[in-house]
């Protein structure tokens, strides 16, 4: 029996209740604006399917990163090209290798195809590459899940470390498929990104997606970029599911893609915000923020995790426990806007010193 994927502790949609939701590392800036002109014009072209090759859309794409457009799979998320990659290329009595402490949807998707699913350990907050090498060689022909950079710690492989991990998955012929969903946030270039190995038909697939930097999670649309014949792996599984993408998804991505500009400033903006957050809990001796390239900050606390979000839950305030990660005590924060993180600072200091719940509506 697959037990049910659960992205974190109260995360629902709060309806009414003016929730401060930092606990799946959302973009508070919004969308591009170009998006949301798209998602206007769109209006009028409901009652038509949506293109279901997203041919426009992978054009641009492989513009952008200057690859070839039959490189390019448009999915429903990463959520569902995890799943197309695990469907389509491990399959049954396959294999699976995942870090242990990292995205729940990885080792779902593995878990979903009734493969053998390999959990390698973290090293120091990072992951162990030398292990992960080492599992591959133990298995060969496996799938390999990486999160580059990883979630929920927000540390970056370098270059260095992509390349051998290439390198054994060549040897075992393995494919790699490298989860780059806050790669944006690190770097605006590819330096430390395992795209430049897709054009070299290396046995590398790289995921991407619209929800975090671009502000598009409610729409649901992300990529996979792959060598041509892992690519039409992918298309293959893909044509099951024919209009999986929505026609306002594809535009308001494609607008976006094509706003450089605005990805730069809720860039620029994050780490400014990150900044504000550092400062803010410097005074905190009880809080340990781990270095991290993203929109989100792992922290360490003295208490229970589950414990500490149910208590900035009734301050209405949502963050994400981690314990189902393998990460005692500790919780994820989105880095929203400065006045946010100061609103989930002051929730802190107060659930430290035991003070009275003080709501939104209470302070309003």
């Given at each position: 029996?697959?037990?049910?994927?659960?992205?974190?502790?109260?995360?629902t949609?709060?309806?009414?209740?003016?929730?401060?939701?930092?606990s799946?590392?959302?973009?508070?800036y919004?969308m591009?604006?170009?998006?949301?002109?798209?998602l206007r014009?769109?209006?009028?072209?409901?009652?038509?399917?949506?293109?279901?090759?997203?041919?426009s859309?992978a054009?641009?794409?492989?513009a952008h990163?200057?690859?070839?457009?039959?490189?390019i799979v448009?999915?429903?998320?990463?959520?569902e090209l995890?799943?197309?990659?695990?469907?389509?290329l491990?399959?049954?009595?396959?294999?699976?290798?995942?870090?242990?402490?990292?995205?729940?949807?990885?080792?779902?998707?593995v878990?979903?195809?009734?493969?053998?699913?390999?959990r390698i350990?973290?090293?120091?907050?990072?992951?162990?590459?030398?292990?992960?090498?080492?599992?591959?060689r133990?298995a060969?022909?496996s799938?390999?899940?990486?999160?580059?950079?990883?979630?929920?710690?927000?540390?970056?492989l370098?270059?260095?470390?992509?390349?051998?991990?290439?390198?054994a998955?060549?040897?075992t012929?393995?494919?790699?498929?490298?989860?780059?969903?806050?790669?944006?946030?690190?770097?605006?270039d590819?330096?430390?990104?395992?795209?430049?190995?897709?054009?070299g038909g290396?046995p590398?697939?790289?995921?991407?997606?619209?929800?975090?930097?671009y502000?598009?999670?409610?729409?649901?649309?992300g990529y996979a970029?792959?060598?041509s014949?892992?690519?039409?792996?992918?298309r293959?599984?893909?044509?099951?599911t024919?209009?999986?993408?929505?026609?306002?998804?594809?535009?308001?991505?494609?607008?976006?893609?094509?706003?450089q500009?605005?990805?730069?400033?809720?860039?620029?903006?994050?780490?400014a915000?990150?900044?504000?957050?550092?400062?803010?809990?410097?005074?905190?001796?009880?809080?340990?923020?781990?270095?991290?390239?993203?929109n989100?900050?792992?922290?360490?606390?003295?208490?229970?995790?589950?414990?500490?979000?149910?208590?900035?839950?009734?301050?209405?305030?949502?963050v994400?426990p981690?314990?189902?990660?393998?990460?005692?005590?500790?919780?994820?924060v989105?880095l929203?806007?400065?006045?946010?993180?100061?609103?989930?600072?002051?929730?802190?200091?107060a659930?430290?010193?035991?003070?009275?719940?003080?709501?939104?509506?209470?302070?309003?």
């Amino acid at each position: 029996m697959l037990e049910p994927f659960r992205p974190g502790l109260h995360t629902t949609d709060p309806g009414e209740r003016d929730y401060l939701r930092l606990s799946l590392s959302e973009n508070s800036y919004g969308m591009s604006p170009r998006a949301e002109r798209a998602l206007r014009a769109e209006v009028t072209r409901t009652n038509r399917y949506p293109d279901s090759t997203a041919a426009s859309l992978a054009a641009s794409i492989a513009a952008h990163y200057s690859i070839d457009p039959r490189n390019i799979v448009v999915g429903n998320g990463i959520d569902e090209l995890l799943l197309f990659t695990a469907l389509g290329l491990i399959g049954p009595g396959g294999t699976g290798i995942v870090s242990a402490g990292t995205y729940p949807g990885h080792e779902a998707a593995v878990h979903a195809v009734r493969a053998e699913c390999v959990r390698i350990p973290l090293a120091d907050h990072r992951i162990d590459v030398g292990a992960t090498c080492a599992a591959m060689r133990r298995a060969p022909r496996s799938v390999v899940y990486i999160c580059n950079p990883h979630n929920p710690t927000g540390s970056l492989l370098t270059a260095e470390e992509i390349a051998r991990l290439v390198a054994a998955a060549e040897d075992t012929e393995a494919v790699l498929v490298m989860d780059e969903a806050y790669m944006e946030f690190a770097r605006p270039d590819f330096r430390d990104s395992a795209v430049p190995y897709v054009a070299g038909g290396a046995p590398v697939i790289v995921l991407r997606t619209f929800s975090k930097i671009y502000g598009l999670a409610g729409l649901r649309c992300g990529y996979a970029m792959a060598p041509s014949g892992y690519a039409e792996q992918l298309r293959k599984i893909k044509h099951v599911t024919v209009y999986n993408v929505n026609r306002f998804a594809l535009a308001a991505a494609e607008a976006s893609l094509a706003d450089q500009d605005f990805v730069a400033t809720v860039r620029d903006r994050t780490r400014a915000a990150h900044e504000h957050f550092l400062r803010r809990i410097a005074p905190l001796p009880w809080v340990h923020a781990v270095p991290s390239v993203t929109n989100f900050v792992l922290c360490r606390l003295p208490w229970e995790p589950t414990w500490v979000a149910e208590q900035l839950i009734r301050r209405d305030v949502l963050v994400r426990p981690c314990s189902d990660m393998g990460f005692r005590n500790h919780i994820r924060v989105g880095l929203g806007t400065e006045t946010e993180l100061d609103s989930v600072v002051d929730a802190l200091a107060a659930v430290a010193a035991g003070r009275p719940i003080e709501t939104a509506a209470a302070r309003s």
